[in-house]
């Protein structure tokens, strides 16, 4: 069975909110996953899973560094996720914060490793994005990112 690995930094608990619900959009789909705040991932992690999604507040435009350090510390599976499924999603402090730029920082490193990023045509485009607490709007766009993720995982991993 598929196996999803959703991996957050948080300091102030809004990114952990988005990967909660991001999870219950995943349970809908009936897919099995993994919630990991980064201090805990290690990144042999990446292997196991079929699909890996990566959330982060948004510092200066950027993610933040103890996500940028499991990245660079996977660059020595160089290759061996290729094909896996990736995403993203960010929170940030205000509406001009960056929260497109650190998804995209993020998603760089997936397509570096050859991963499989789809966008949402309906949605936040290239992830889910919240402004502080994840209000209504950005809750639902989690939910529906979750749900989306786990059909792609799903369909890559028949």
Not at 13 to 39: D, F, P, R, S, W
Not at 60 to 89: C, N, P, T
Not at 117 to 125: A, E, L, N, V, Y
């Amino acid at each position: 069975m598929a196996q999803i690995l959703v991996i957050y930094y948080t300091q102030s608990g809004n990114t952990e909110k988005m990967a909660q619900a991001i999870a219950e959009g995943i349970e809908k789909e009936g897919v099995q996953y993994q919630l990991k705040k980064v201090q805990d991932a290690k990144p042999d992690d990446l292997l196991k899973a079929d699909g890996i999604l990566i959330g982060s507040p948004t510092y200066y435009g950027s993610m933040a560094f103890q996500i940028k350090e499991l990245l660079d510390q996977s660059v020595k599976f160089h290759s061996k996720l290729d094909g896996k499924a990736g995403g993203a999603f960010s929170s940030s402090a205000n509406i001009g914060g960056g929260n497109e730029t650190t998804i995209l920082d993020i998603l760089n490193a997936m397509l570096i490793h050859g991963m499989i990023i789809q966008g949402d045509p309906s949605g936040d485009h290239y992830g889910p994005v919240a402004i502080g607490s994840p209000d209504a709007r950005a809750s639902k766009q989690c939910v529906r990112f979750g749900q989306r993720f786990a059909k792609l995982v799903k369909k890559t991993n028949p």
